[in-house]
């Protein structure tokens, strides 16, 4: 089984509703156990700041999957949630956003899938709630709670628990 960090994104509709659909179906698509999630997190947008503010969460995860069979379940469940990544605006709204982050200590770079995630270290909304879940991680030879002091955290609230 492989431990998984994927990040999860969205903007737009009732998000953290969508966050936990979103990740049941994950688990049960990928016959996955869910290891942590974090709280989520009220983020300002990032490269397109022109919306509204994002909410933001991780999530671990172990899976016998391997990590192109896992994006391809991520990438439908994005789908079931109304995202269609080949007509969305780059950094622009979305229902739901879901990225791989890790995938135990796996490093490759394929045109569909980067591991791990080459833009994590400078994505403080990923990483505040990465280092809820997992401030020891190493990936990429930086340990999480290590990346995290080295950004700026300025605009991101932790959200109340909705029961």
Not at 135 to 152: C, N
């Amino acid at each position: 089984m492989a431990s998984v960090l994927i990040a999860l994104g969205g903007n737009v509709g009732d998000v953290r509703a969508t966050f936990r659909k979103a990740i049941a179906h994950i688990c049960g698509m990928a016959q996955a156990a869910m290891i942590a999630r974090s709280s989520d997190y009220s983020t300002p947008p990032w490269g397109d700041e022109d919306q509204d503010p994002f909410v933001n969460a991780c999530v671990e995860i172990e899976t016998g999957l391997d990590p192109h069979a896992l994006l391809f379940v991520m990438q439908k469940v994005e789908q079931k949630f109304g995202r269609t990544r080949n007509k969305d605006r780059q950094w622009g709204p979305r229902t739901l956003d879901l990225d791989m982050i890790a995938y135990d200590d796996v490093s490759f770079q394929k045109p569909d899938l980067t591991l791990p995630h080459p833009r994590l270290f400078e994505r403080a909304f990923v990483l505040v709630p990465l280092a809820e879940i997992a401030p020891d991680r190493v990936i990429a030879g930086i340990r999480v709670r290590d990346g995290l002091a080295s950004v700026s955290t300025q605009g991101i609230e932790r959200l109340r628990d909705t029961g």
